[in-house]
């Protein structure tokens, strides 16, 4: 694992202690390989894979979805009280389509508006995706609006986040969507089809968090002691936050089958662990907040040392925890309104319920949600400290100024710090 140096250590500014620095490198390059063995002794066969696919078909045989574009909308159909049994209701929510896909390409057909689309407020000329399913023996096929074709908005959209991600950030960008790329390969080809096969779902989390966090760090903030303390303290902060998030999940008896989502698949794959699935969510939701913080106080001690070369190492770490603190108190309000978000619908429905708190706390949906936000954030707080400490030891001692004058400095500083504190 070799090493350049920051912008600070390339300016002689941050001397660095050799000791520390091997130490801490010995233990990143042991962490490194067990990652590579987990990777390895945990990499799912592709014939593994292939066979949960099979088991899982996402439509029946002979269903199609060819795209089409929209000519003319009726009405959806009204829900609930208002349900309409008139006979001039039974053409509400169909929409006059042309395909522009597959073997019936060209062709105008009617399809059912129907699901969530139907509230999309969808007009003559949109682009859909339709489901094809094939009629019995000398009938018509029935068409169904799938979805709205998003896939143009979402272009742009990318487009947009990528052009503000360059002209900002200019190379730094750049490398952190690499390593944005290289995080979405390590989840889609190893953590997705490894919890798919049923391999172990904390060891899943850990491995591919080491091995996304490895990428991740070094490619988008260079190859620095800098930024292997901060790796080192986003490894201890991921190892805490999957301990805490294995015992409370197990403590408080939840499912992790939540949501529609992880009720489809228990019907498809009932053998799957949903607690550990649950376990590897939390650790892997919190790898960005985690990256923040710990780059924050590395970059902090760095340049606390560069500011102050005859600081001691105990006065290099509380200063920079004051920093750090602070840089708690909005990470945490930041995971809350994160998850609280993610929620919402859950939140109004319980909301309008006119259920106790307590009771509607101890919902799966509401309890899962609040388990994520305090593992998380207990992983967070922990990490803090120990990035700073890390840091701290890593730098090299305090220098001791050779004029008594400003041997002295640094005393009245402190006793001054001590003297504001108190007050």
């Known amino acids: 694992?070799?090493?350049?140096?920051?912008?600070?250590?390339?300016?002689?500014?941050?001397?660095?202690?050799?000791?520390?620095?091997?130490?801490?490198?010995?233990?990143?390059?042991?962490?490194?390989?067990?990652?590579?063995?987990?990777?390895?002794?945990?990499?799912?066969?592709?014939?593994?894979?292939?066979?949960v696919g099979k088991e899982v078909p996402f439509a029946a045989p002979g269903v199609t979805f060819p795209h089409a574009q929209i000519r003319s909308v009726l009405p959806p159909c009204p829900t609930g009280k208002d349900i309409d049994v008139s006979p001039s209701a039974a053409t509400c929510g169909l929409v006059t389509?042309?395909?522009?896909?597959?073997?019936?390409?060209?062709?105008?057909?009617t399809a059912q508006n129907l699901g969530g689309d139907a509230k999309a407020g969808l007009r003559a000329g949109d682009s859909v995706q339709l489901m094809r399913v094939?009629?019995?023996?000398?009938?018509?096929?029935?068409?169904?609006?799938?979805?709205?074709?998003?896939?143009?908005?979402?272009?742009?959209?990318?487009?947009v986040f990528l052009v503000v991600v360059l002209l900002v950030a200019r190379l730094r960008g750049l490398l952190a969507l690499v390593a944005l790329g290289v995080a979405g390969l390590v989840l889609v080809r190893f953590v997705l089809p490894a919890l798919l096969v049923g391999r172990p779902a904390w060891a899943v989390a850990l491995v591919g968090s080491a091995a996304i966090m490895f990428v991740?760090?070094?490619?988008?903030?260079?190859?620095?002691?800098?930024?292997?303390?901060?790796?080192?303290?986003?490894?201890?902060g991921v190892g805490i936050t999957a301990a805490v998030a294995s015992l409370t999940v197990g403590a408080t008896r939840l499912s992790g089958i939540g949501d529609d989502t992880a009720a489809v698949l228990s019907s498809y794959l009932g053998s799957l662990d949903f607690q550990g699935l649950l376990t590897s969510a939390i650790i892997i939701a919190g790898l960005g907040?985690?990256?923040?913080?710990?780059?924050?106080?590395?970059?902090?001690?760095?340049?606390?040392?560069?500011?102050?070369?005859?600081?001691?190492?105990?006065?290099?770490?509380?200063?920079?925890?004051?920093?750090?603190?602070?840089?708690?108190a909005s990470t945490i309000y930041t995971i809350v309104f994160a998850y609280a978000g993610a929620a919402l619908s859950v939140l109004l429905l319980l909301y309008i319920y006119d259920r106790p708190v307590l009771d509607?706390?101890?919902?799966?949906?509401?309890?899962?949600?609040?388990?994520?936000?305090?593992?998380?954030?207990?992983?967070?707080?922990?990490?803090?400290?120990?990035?700073?400490?890390?840091?701290?030891?890593?730098?090299?001692?305090?220098?001791?100024?050779?004029?008594?004058?400003?041997r002295e400095e640094p005393v009245l500083r402190r006793r001054s710090d001590r003297h504001r504190r108190s007050r």
């Open 134 to 159: 094939p009629g019995p023996s000398g009938s018509a096929d029935t068409y169904t609006v799938f979805g709205v074709d998003r896939g143009r908005s979402l272009a742009v959209l990318a487009l």
């Open 216 to 236: 991740v760090l070094y490619l988008a903030h260079g190859p620095s002691t800098r930024t292997s303390a901060a790796l080192a303290g986003t490894l201890v």
């Open 360 to 406: 509607m706390l101890g919902t799966e949906d509401i309890a899962a949600e609040a388990v994520r936000t305090a593992c998380s954030a207990i992983g967070l707080i922990l990490a803090v400290p120990a990035t700073t400490a890390i840091a701290a030891l890593t730098v090299a001692e305090a220098r001791v100024p050779t004029d008594p004058q400003a």
């Open 1 to 51: 694992m070799s090493h350049g140096h920051s912008d600070a250590e390339a300016l002689g500014r941050v001397p660095v202690g050799r000791r520390a620095r091997a130490v801490l490198l010995g233990l990143l390059a042991l962490v490194a390989i067990g990652t590579l063995v987990g990777l390895v002794a945990l990499w799912p066969s592709s014939s593994a894979v292939a066979a």
């Open 97 to 109: 389509v042309v395909v522009t896909s597959g073997p019936t390409a060209g062709q105008q057909v």
């Open 289 to 328: 907040v985690l990256n923040d913080v710990t780059i924050t106080q590395a970059s902090a001690v760095w340049e606390l040392r560069a500011a102050g070369p005859e600081l001691s190492r105990r006065s290099l770490f509380s200063s920079a925890m004051r920093i750090g603190r602070d840089h708690i």
